[in-house]
């Protein structure tokens, strides 16, 4: 496609970005901080657990919002929401009530039912695609192993079981594409202490490709999606955002790609791997661990993170008592006694297990716990994290929140204006989520 006669918006243009397939290049200079695209979601969810302190409709977080009359299971700011979700939320209401405690279809095929009927009922080109349209997205159906083709197969199974009365299927091939389209250009909406609110499609801001080294930040007022610079962009240079979490080494964050998007990342940080060491960093001893005894341990880590998210998912997730809790945090903190033999506190992979045991601190309201494992978390994302990093923003949050609430407000004012630093170029000066962070301030 040449350049002249590709979509364009104001600073931007779609283009044929070498060996990439589409992408998305600036038109003109973009100063760090500045907006480079607004896009509102094609279709978006709430997730069930943030129902009632969040809207259904436009996922504003309010408290007193009016229960849908019908399931009493959705939540609306106003009856403008309710009415302007009304042709979503119908594809559940009566399925809700039918089934009641057996309604659970995940995520993804709430999400692809809402974009099956809104395809039937906007044909035409949305607000949503005015560089990309969601039936243009890339499926990577050859590259779909057996296991992934099983799980697509399950979602459509669960999609004709839970919704059936307002939707109208394609045939099974086109469900099968639809899915894989989902799976590989959905977005997760996140809180600004990156809690999951729900997911979403944003065609437009799908167009752009992954970098290990972003030029700008995806963050989210609502529904809506947009995308920041972080760095200066000049002319003619692609936009590049992150797919993934870019703590990890380059190994993990391109097994994480192949896995989900079907790619390997060759970015500068990918091909120098310049942080590998700082990420990996090993005990600084008289007797230095061996190069078999590091390798050795980073399977561990490795293992031991992913059966932590299986245990997560089975016993914290589907069952909130005390006793799984207890089970995670003692999984956490053994992992980092073997781990810490051998990797320094500033190891990524100890430092995913600290975060997943401040995770489990907050929950049971342990706020010292949580403390003490922020602390030390930290530094090290500084260091590991790009600049405007969300996750860092996030651990500055959480740690200015624990101070304030241990009343220590020096600290967490302190803490609290790093956060917000971060913020005003990521999220925008103007963003929601800012000035609930300064009245926080104000408050205490």
């Known amino acids: 496609m040449r350049s002249e006669a590709a979509p364009q918006l104001d600073g931007l243009e779609r283009f044929a970005s070498a060996g990439k397939g589409r992408g998305l290049r600036a038109r003109r200079r973009f100063a760090v901080g500045e907006l480079l695209l607004s896009c509102p979601a094609y279709a978006a ?13 436009c996922f504003a977080r309010k408290e007193g919002l009016s229960k849908c009359g019908r399931c009493k299971q959705a ?37 692809t039912a809402r974009i099956i009927a809104k395809q039937k009922t906007h044909p035409e080109r949305t607000q949503s695609e005015k560089l990309l349209a969601v039936r243009e997205f890339e499926s990577h159906l050859d590259k779909l192993d057996n296991e992934k083709r099983e799980l697509i197969q399950n979602d459509i199974a669960a999609l004709h079981h839970f919704y059936s009365k307002h939707l109208d299927y394609p045939d099974n091939a086109a469900l099968v594409v639809l899915f894989a389209q989902v799976n590989c250009n959905g977005f997760t909406i996140e809180d600004e ?62 097994d994480r790609l192949r896995d989900s998007y079907f790619f390997s990342c060759d970015c500068r940080e990918c091909t120098t791997k310049e942080k590998d060491k700082e990420k990996l960093e090993v005990c600084k001893l008289n007797d230095p661990p061996s190069a078999e005894t590091v390798k050795d341990m980073i399977k561990y880590a490795r293992n031991v ?17 005390l006793t799984p809790l207890v089970e995670l945090l003692e999984i956490c903190e053994l992992s980092l006694d073997k ?16 975060y997943q045991a401040m995770g489990v601190c907050l929950y ?26 969300l996750n860092v923003a996030s651990m500055w949050l959480k740690l200015g929140r624990l101070y304030m ?32 962070i300064k009245k926080e301030l104000e408050d205490h």
């Not at 610079?229 to 964050?253: K, Q």
Request: proline share 4%; with cysteine; glycine share 6%.
């Open 75 to 111: 939540f609306y700011c106003n009856v403008e929401c309710q009415k302007e979700d009304w042709p979503m939320h119908k594809l559940e209401c009566a399925s809700m009530c039918t089934f009641g405690q057996n309604w659970h279809p995940s995520e993804t095929v709430r999400l």
């Open 339 to 354: 781990m810490g033999a051998v990797f320094e506190d500033s190891n990524v992979y100890m430092l995913h297990m600290m």
């Open 405 to 436: 609430t241990l009343k220590n407000r020096t600290a967490g004012v302190k803490a609290l204006k790093r956060a917000i630093a971060i913020m005003e170029v990521a999220h925008g000066k103007d963003h929601p989520y800012i000035s609930e």
């Open 193 to 254: 202490e990156l809690s999951h609110l729900g997911s979403a499609i944003f065609p437009d801001v799908a167009l752009m490709n992954h970098s290990c080294c972003p030029n700008v930040i995806v963050t989210y007022k609502g529904t809506l999606a947009e995308v920041r610079a972080v760095r200066e962009i000049e002319p003619g240079e692609e936009i590049f955002s992150s797919y993934i979490d870019l703590l990890y080494p380059t190994e993990d964050r391109n």
């Open 364 to 389: 049971v309201q342990d706020w010292e716990g949580a403390l003490c494992y922020g602390q030390k978390i930290i530094r090290p994302y500084s260091k590991h994290y790009p600049s405007y990093s």
């Open 45 to 57: 969810v709430l997730t069930v657990s943030e129902r009632g302190s969040h809207c259904d409709g």
């Open 305 to 321: 993170i992913e059966e932590f998210r299986r245990a997560k998912h089975y016993k914290y997730i589907l069952c909130l008592t």
